[in-house]
């Protein structure tokens, strides 16, 4: 199946939004972002460079047309939840590894929307200190984490760290949870991965 997205007039967050959107789909193979905005080339093409995706640009008429091609892989990413599904993840940064922000960012972005495709890996998200940043409002992996939670993975935001950045209230998915089951879920990890 393929998708259109008519993202022409739109700003680049919400071009990126609806095309997000369309590729979560697994029943999509294909999405077909129409922009009229140059730049939106560059971006969507340098956030989709470490997923499993091919991207090819035609202009037509001063407008755009990027067609994302998924791999057939990508829908063969499955894991045994027998083995994996008692892995926890705490996420303690908007970014992943050191370096500039603005691209660790974005690797974190390809990070949690690859987890996505690993049914069956995760048992929880635990996101505290910045990291809680990720499942509030506005956040880009919003659409992932939703639906890593529709798929059963528990995500849990620390509450002290959403108190002290002023996200209370901002919640968008997930629970909040005090640091004492935090570390209960941690300490009941048969797999832990931390970042």
């Not at 829908?75 to 083995?83: D, F, I, K, T, Y």
């Amino acid at each position: 199946m393929k998708k259109t997205v008519d993202a022409r007039g739109l700003s680049f967050p919400e071009t990126w939004l609806l095309t997000s959107e369309a590729l979560l789909d697994r029943h999509c193979l294909e999405v077909l972002a129409i922009v009229d905005n140059s730049n939106a080339i560059q971006e969507i093409t340098n956030l989709i460079a470490d997923l499993p995706y091919k991207a090819t640009v035609e202009e037509k008429q001063g407008q755009y047309h990027i067609n994302i091609q998924k791999h057939e892989s990508v829908q063969g990413l499955r894991l045994a939840s027998a083995e994996y599904g008692q892995t926890v993840l705490v996420i303690s940064s908007t970014s992943l590894g050191k370096g500039e922000d603005h691209w660790g960012g974005q690797l974190m972005n390809s990070f949690i929307y690859s987890l996505m495709q690993l049914e069956g890996l995760l048992k929880t998200v635990v996101f505290i200190n910045s990291g809680v940043f990720l499942a509030t409002e506005g956040s880009d992996v919003l659409p992932y984490l939703q639906h890593m939670q529709e798929s059963g993975v528990e995500i849990i935001s620390s509450h002290t760290c959403l108190s002290y950045y002023q996200l209370l209230g901002k919640l968008r998915v997930g629970t909040m949870s005090n640091m004492f089951t935090i570390t209960e879920k941690i300490a009941e990890a048969k797999r832990l991965i931390a970042f």
